[in-house]
């Protein structure tokens, strides 16, 4: 017996709705692996940096010489990604940010732009100007979640995500190295009072989070297109994140991720995809009313 038109109806939108929810997680935990390391970057070095997107396409351009030029597999290459991107970031603080440590923030923050400008422009130098396609067996094979169809790369995108964002929780809170984490970004002449070597400590947290990004890149390559200057588009994404997660949150930039890509997600699906790209924006206007520190940031008034 034909189901009636209502009710069949109303299980295609129910079908849409799965569907757009699926591809918003899976956007939104691209998002959240950039948001993270831009809030620990932020509250370990207190650095705001602006070349943190740069890193994420490097980690895509990485991924993709590494299957395109060597053959490796996928999931191989995407692990040699993050691994250069952090590399790429330990020399980067090493160079950049280490020797202006007690220089104006607003030097530490050109320094980064300049950064940004000449990671895109060597890499188009390099890497030339025209968009890559990162190959992935994942990318187009489907699976089916009930009602809902996914590629496999979004859901790969979700797990390894979800591991990594697992990892650096256990580091933080369980190891030695993220209780010096904690100490520094609490207080970084008293950490550096009680032994800590705490430009070893900002080396190795640029390192992961440079690493994240970098992961990032090699994870969401796959879906889009690849090319120098979408490292602009990444930090933007990433800075929207953290402040409506709240700056220096790392709970907050993963509920802000999420958020972002859900709503892009429906607002692309329901309205326009033109609107999706304006959804951050209005989400920020609406949190900073609502909320100046961000969802999960501490008030300026707040004692400790």
């Not at 690493?211 to 994870?219: C, E, K, N, P, R």
């Not at 709240?246 to 709970?251: F, Q």
Request: charged share 10%.
């Amino acid at each position: 017996m034909p189901l009636p038109l209502d009710l069949k109806g109303a299980t295609l939108d129910f079908i849409l709705l799965g569907q757009q929810l699926a591809n918003g997680i899976a956007n939104g935990m691209g998002y959240v692996l950039i948001a993270v390391g831009l809030t620990l970057v932020f509250g370990v070095l207190r650095i705001v940096n602006f070349a943190h997107g740069a890193f994420y396409m490097l980690g895509g351009y990485f991924t993709y010489f590494a299957v395109q030029s060597f053959g490796v597999h996928y999931l191989l290459a995407v692990a040699i990604a993050a691994f250069l991107a952090g590399m790429c970031g330990l020399i980067a603080n090493q160079f950049f940010f280490r020797p202006l440590r007690k220089e104006h923030e607003f030097i530490i923050l050109l320094s980064s732009l300049g950064l940004s400008i000449l990671l895109t422009n060597g890499s188009e130098l390099l890497f030339g100007a025209d968009p890559k396609y990162i190959e992935s067996g994942f990318a187009d094979a489907t699976l089916d979640i009930g009602p809902v169809t996914v590629t496999q790369q979004r859901l790969l995108i979700f797990v390894l995500a979800t591991m990594a964002l697992a990892f650096v929780y256990w580091f933080i809170r369980r190891t030695r190295y993220g209780k010096m984490m904690q100490a520094t970004a609490q207080h970084p002449e008293g950490a550096a009072l009680t032994g800590i070597n705490t430009n070893f400590v900002h080396a190795y947290t640029f390192v992961l989070a440079c690493a994240l990004a970098g992961l990032s890149g090699a994870l969401v390559g796959p879906t889009a297109m690849m090319f120098p200057t979408v490292g602009d588009w990444a930090v933007l994404k990433g800075f929207t994140v953290v402040v409506i997660g709240g700056l220096g949150s790392i709970s907050g930039a993963c509920i802000g991720g999420l958020l972002l890509g859900i709503a892009e997600a429906l607002g692309g699906g329901y309205i326009s995809q033109g609107f999706a790209e304006a959804i951050g924006y209005v989400l920020i206007v609406v949190v900073l009313i609502w909320r100046p520190q961000g969802m999960f940031g501490i008030s300026r008034g707040h004692k400790s």
